[in-house]
């Protein structure tokens, strides 16, 4: 099945030019055709369309994801945020108290890819050495990459610390690529660095649609 997804501006990669009222055609996991909406929707006009607002990107990249998902407890809500309250839980002596088992590390993981696809991510780094949480991980859809370096501590938005928007970006949107983007509700690039990946209202990877702000 062919799916045209259209958005007000779209970013095909680091460097290159925004193009109003682009458009990305997949077939399947990957994409076929990237352009104007108007002509790629000319052309295919039995595709499934999907209209979004803001700028179109490719997925982003997460580095440090071990620490994010295998040092970070995220609080299952509802049934333990009136104990433990909403906010992630790190550092080695609040962990230890929580006495977390394996299944809990693992259920705390999925909870941790599910925010990470709210903010476009699709891909992440990190050497995963807790199965339950590895399971999680690949689960999940996000693609798993060797440990990279980073500054700082490492970030549920990829976008912190950057000095541009694109510095985030894995991957480029081109024919023949695997179909994995974001879209932000922004209106440029400036804006999505300024607002954060929190912007993100849909995340695709292989051709699936893994997140989408209600």
Known sequence: ML??????LLVTGPGSAPLEGGAVLVEGDRIA???????????????????????????LLVRGADELLE?????DDPYEVTEL???????EEALDALKLTEPRWGNSARRGTQRLLARGVVAVCGRFTVPAVRTAVSRSGLTILPPAPYGGRPALDPFAGRESAADAFHGVLEPGAAARFAVFAVADEAELLARGATTCVATVIGGRLLHRRR
């Open 3 to 8: 799916t045209l997804h259209a958005a007000e």
């Open 33 to 59: 055709h990237v352009g104007p909406y108007e002509d790629l929707g000319t052309a295919h006009s039995h595709a499934r369309v999907r209209r979004w607002p803001g700028v179109l990107t490719p997925g």
């Open 71 to 75: 040092r970070t407890y995220y609080p």
């Open 85 to 91: 309250g909403a906010d992630p839980i790190s550092g």
